[in-house]
């Protein structure tokens, strides 16, 4: 037993452990209330077999939605542990700017379950943040969360394979051209990082899945690399027309 853990049951007493969402009284720091629980929407079956994106009950197993048809992702699929409503919004805005890190293991732990597949045979591979943005904050939000999915899958971690060489302005409202050219030659793999990515299947890992524009670039860095599979695993993923449908 780690210090940590022996001291855990003091600090749980003289601190008592409360919900980060609604501040309720809980039994352990590394989790939620029941009924916060119950605010976030789990992704679930049937979905499209290329994106993991949610179908409704008429869609058949195995069939691929109509976006990933029109353009066929060039990643291995997505495995995301929520979808993007206000209690996991809350839940990313305290752990990327509100300096909780010690929501990792909560949120790295409903992403696991999607990553079943997943053993030390894999990489795990976070988003990289650009270097004035993560002295700023202190900490890169994606590498946490894969540090947590490596303890529990056994994937090794190389948390630095992908560097942001320039910083990017924020993407929201811009079209997909635009969010293009601003992340054009933002992504790269570290040249050091090549030899461990050749043939090697990955998780690229992220907070957040939005528009796709950044994990688009990590993903298409990561295959000139030689990477053989990348899966998209993130905590939350935006998919409005979904929620309805989970």
Known sequence: MSPGQALAPLIDLIFPPRCPLCGAAIGSAAGLCVDCWNTLVIPGEPCCASCQRPFGDAMPEG????????????????????????????????????????????????????????????????????????????????????????????????????????????????????????LSGAIAVHPGRKAVLKGTKVVLVDDVLTSGATSDACVSALKRAGAERVVIACFSRVLDEALDIA
């Open 63 to 182: 069939g691929t939605c109509a976006p990933c048809l029109a353009d066929p992702p060039r990643h291995g699929g997505i495995a995301a542990g929520t979808l993007y409503n206000d209690p996991s919004r809350k839940l990313v805005l305290a752990f990327k700017h509100g300096n909780r890190i010690a929501l990792a293991p909560m949120m790295a732990g409903l992403m696991v379950p999607k990553l079943s597949f997943v053993d030390e045979d894999w990489v795990l591979v976070p988003v990289p943040l650009h270097r004035w943005r993560l002295w700023k904050r202190g900490y890169n939000q994606a590498a946490e969360l894969a540090r947590q999915i490596g303890k529990r899958t056994g994937a090794r971690l190389a948390v630095d394979a992908l560097v942001r060489r320039k910083a990017t302005r924020s993407l929201g409202g811009l079209g997909k051209l635009a969010r293009k050219r601003a």
